[in-house]
């Protein structure tokens, strides 16, 4: 067996989970305002004083999606999905267990990689391979780590960025978006800057149809973006079911096969293994 080449794979599914975290909660309209294609292009340009702000586009955003009341309602949410990557022939399952506040605890399984978890208790944030073995992430991976394990984290997006700022008007496929950009807040002074995350939503619909990012890794910074799709009404909120996504050279396919809320787990569920408990100092 390669191992470099094994330990590559872990490396990159590894920054699959972190960005399955990033879209796990991206939740959208219904299918005939969906993006039809992956570009995208500059619209007439709207001046500064005709763009709504930021922060009223991200309030009618979660006013579309099902409303701040039906969020309140859910307390956790468990997904089974399966990732491909595109014309290799590869194939991941993935299990997502996320809770109120800031709690995750992702699974991925695969042949090719074996099994990986990741996850977050609220302050600590861990992985686990075949590879690498535990892995406590400190500094600015935490900090990545703990504002994408947030629980609705475009509800509550105002506890992790320190702005939203409405830049301008694009087209994504068929539908006019405006973009707004999402700084996020450091957890740690000492943190090097992150970089913002692009949120395209429909002009007149507010809702979401793309997220871009650049998000830090063991295998340095990787330009991502994502493409929802199939969209589904799951206890009075809007669900993404299906979402393309591009990074690493790569074009990638999650496919979400179920969704469940308020699911009774242990009160314990999210504690750290053992063998991560070990490392924490």
């Known amino acids: ?166 830049v301008g008007v694009k087209m994504v496929g068929d539908s006019e978006c405006y973009e707004v950009l999402l700084q996020p807040k450091k957890f740690d002074p000492a943190d090097e800057d992150e970089s913002p995350v692009h949120l395209f939503l429909d002009t007149s619909s507010y809702l979401i149809h793309k997220l871009q990012t650049v998000i830090d890794s063991e295998v340095g910074k990787i330009d991502v973006v994502a493409y929802p799709e199939d969209y589904r009404t799951v206890d009075g909120i809007m669900i993404s079911h299906k979402v393309r996504m591009e990074l690493l050279g790569q074009k990638r396919e999650v496919i979400v096969k179920s969704t469940k809320h308020n699911v009774k787990l242990p009160e314990n569920f999210f504690d750290l293994p053992d063998e991560v408990r070990k490392l924490v100092k």
């Open 1 to 166: 067996m390669n191992f470099s080449i094994l330990r590559q794979q872990v490396n990159k599914a590894v920054v699959t989970i972190e960005f399955v975290l990033i879209i796990g909660t991206l939740i959208l309209a219904a299918p005939h305002l969906q993006a039809q294609e992956t570009e995208t292009k500059p619209t007439e340009s709207k001046t500064t004083q005709d763009l709504p702000s930021g922060e009223d586009v991200m309030a009618k955003h979660i006013a579309k999606t099902g409303g701040q009341q039906a969020y309140d309602k859910i307390k956790n949410r468990v997904s089974e999905s399966t990732m491909e990557i595109v014309g290799q022939n590869v194939s991941l399952d993935i299990t997502t267990y996320a809770a109120r506040p800031n709690k995750t605890l992702v699974k991925i399984d695969s042949e090719l990689t074996g099994k990986i978890e990741k996850g977050s208790d609220g302050k600590v944030i861990w992985e686990n391979s075949l590879i690498s073995g535990p892995v406590i992430h400190e500094g600015v991976q935490r900090s990545m780590g703990l504002r994408d394990s947030t629980f609705e984290r475009f509800v509550h997006w105002k506890t992790i960025y320190d702005s939203a700022e409405c």
